[in-house]
């Protein structure tokens, strides 16, 4: 039976994406509603999913699916048991954005830690123009090298910042998992990576063991001149603690590229008008991974993993 190819977010990827070098039909929709999914998919071989939800109960409305092809690294949003349950292959993308997402996190560093969103404030409001002397004196700067960063996710992301954090002269604390009984060579606890970190950044998958991984108890356990970056997930981290942490000095700053839910609803704490004109809080609408070489990376790993599939050898396996 030739596969039945079913592409349900195809605007979610700009880049050049071949067709699979076998005989097949593609169906492809620039997007998709959860509501829609089921239906889309009926006689579908092969789904490409991005974001939108798979779960059990749509999975089980598809006897012909054999594979979902996440164009994408995580997946929390496909019920992977009902896909064991059912032998259908779940295949992800790995390692595209070993390169982008560390350069993203490293831009929000150092936005946050030059102030540099207040120093442009400054200039804008004519402080500079009116200074005694040649420079301004308004706003603290810190650098990177000789603070700590500590890390929390220690896969190909977590990797590319380290190696830049090393770069830029820094010391890397690679956090050991919460709760753990003892701690791994290599690795520090995370209740010290807490305490000692001057910044903390986050690259772990997001699932019920890390959903709110950093809370109240967290943030109150940072250094109050430490930052929270996340490109990771928006769900690794309690939003309304973060804006109290935030808006009582708890910690520095934070930079993240991901909420909890994305898109944002109109309304959404964290897009309060009073919390983003704060210049120390950035908040980019997920694009950390989206440059043009890596969103190319992934499409070509993403055929290449529909083709292993089909050849019996399938690749990237989360279930």
Same mark, same amino acid.
């Given at each position: 039976?030739?596969?039945?190819?079913?592409? =349900?977010?195809?605007?979610?990827?700009?880049?050049?994406?071949?067709?699979?070098?076998?005989?097949?039909?593609?169906?492809?929709?620039?997007?998709?509603?959860?509501?829609?999914?089921?239906?889309?998919?009926?006689?579908?071989?092969?789904?490409?999913?991005?974001?939108?939800?798979?779960?059990?109960?749509?999975?089980?409305?598809?006897?012909?699916?054999?594979?979902?092809?996440?164009?994408?690294?995580?997946?929390?949003?496909?019920? /992977?048991?009902?896909? %064991?349950?059912?032998?259908?292959?779940?295949?992800?993308?790995?390692?595209?954005? %070993? &390169?982008?997402?560390?350069?993203?996190?490293?831009?929000?560093?150092?936005?946050?830690?030059?102030?540099?969103?207040?120093?442009?404030?400054?200039?804008?409001? $004519?402080?500079?123009?009116?200074?005694?002397?040649?420079?301004?004196?308004?706003?603290?700067?810190?650098?990177?090298?000789?603070?700590?960063?500590? /890390?929390?996710?220690?896969?190909?992301?977590?990797?590319?910042?380290? %190696?830049?954090?090393?770069?830029?002269?820094?010391?890397?604390?690679?956090?050991? &998992?919460?709760?753990?009984?003892?701690? %791994?060579?290599?690795?520090?606890?995370?209740?010290?990576?807490?305490?000692?970190?001057?910044?903390?950044?986050?690259?772990?998958?997001?699932?019920?063991?890390?959903?709110?991984?950093?809370?109240?108890?967290? =943030?109150?356990?940072?250094?109050?001149?430490?930052?929270?970056?996340?490109?990771?997930?928006?769900?690794?981290?309690? *939003?309304?603690?973060?804006?109290?942490? /935030?808006?009582?000095?708890?910690?520095?700053?934070?930079?993240?590229?991901? =909420? $909890?839910?994305?898109?944002?609803?109109?309304?959404?704490?964290?897009?309060?008008?009073?919390?983003?004109?704060?210049?120390?809080?950035?908040?980019?609408?997920?694009?950390?991974?989206?440059?043009?070489?890596?969103?190319?990376?992934?499409?070509?790993?993403?055929?290449?993993?529909?083709?292993?599939?089909?050849?019996? *050898?399938?690749?990237?396996?989360?279930?």
């Amino acid at each position: 039976m030739t596969p039945r190819i079913v592409q =349900l977010e195809g605007e979610s990827l700009i880049a050049d994406v071949r067709r699979p070098a076998f005989a097949h039909q593609w169906i492809e929709y620039p997007a998709t509603a959860e509501e829609q999914v089921g239906d889309r998919l009926q006689g579908a071989t092969i789904a490409i999913s991005n974001k939108v939800p798979l779960s059990a109960a749509v999975i089980r409305r598809l006897p012909d699916l054999r594979m979902i092809a996440v164009s994408a690294t995580g997946a929390n949003n496909i019920d /992977l048991e009902a896909c %064991r349950e059912r032998s259908i292959v779940v295949s992800n993308i790995r390692g595209y954005a %070993r &390169h982008t997402v560390p350069e993203h996190v490293f831009a929000l560093l150092l936005a946050l830690s030059r102030n540099l969103f207040a120093w442009r404030e400054s200039v804008q409001a $004519g402080r500079w123009q009116k200074s005694k002397q040649f420079c301004l004196f308004d706003h603290p700067i810190r650098d990177l090298h000789g603070a700590t960063l500590g /890390l929390i996710g220690s896969g190909s992301l977590g990797q590319g910042v380290a %190696r830049l954090a090393e770069a830029f002269g820094m010391r890397v604390l690679r956090a050991e &998992h919460k709760g753990a009984p003892s701690v %791994r060579p290599g690795y520090t606890a995370f209740a010290a990576v807490l305490r000692e970190a001057d910044a903390i950044t986050l690259h772990c998958p997001l699932n019920a063991e890390t959903s709110n991984l950093i809370s109240v108890a967290e =943030l109150r356990a940072m250094k109050s001149s430490a930052l929270l970056i996340n490109t990771g997930r928006g769900g690794l981290v309690d *939003e309304l603690a973060l804006i109290q942490a /935030l808006r009582a000095g708890w910690i520095a700053g934070a930079g993240f590229d991901v =909420l $909890g839910v994305e898109p944002p609803p109109q309304g959404h704490p964290m897009l309060a008008p009073e919390l983003l004109a704060l210049p120390n809080f950035l908040l980019t609408p997920h694009v950390a991974w989206a440059s043009r070489p890596a969103m190319q990376a992934l499409a070509d790993q993403l055929i290449e993993n529909i083709e292993a599939f089909v050849a019996g *050898e399938p690749r990237n396996r989360l279930a």
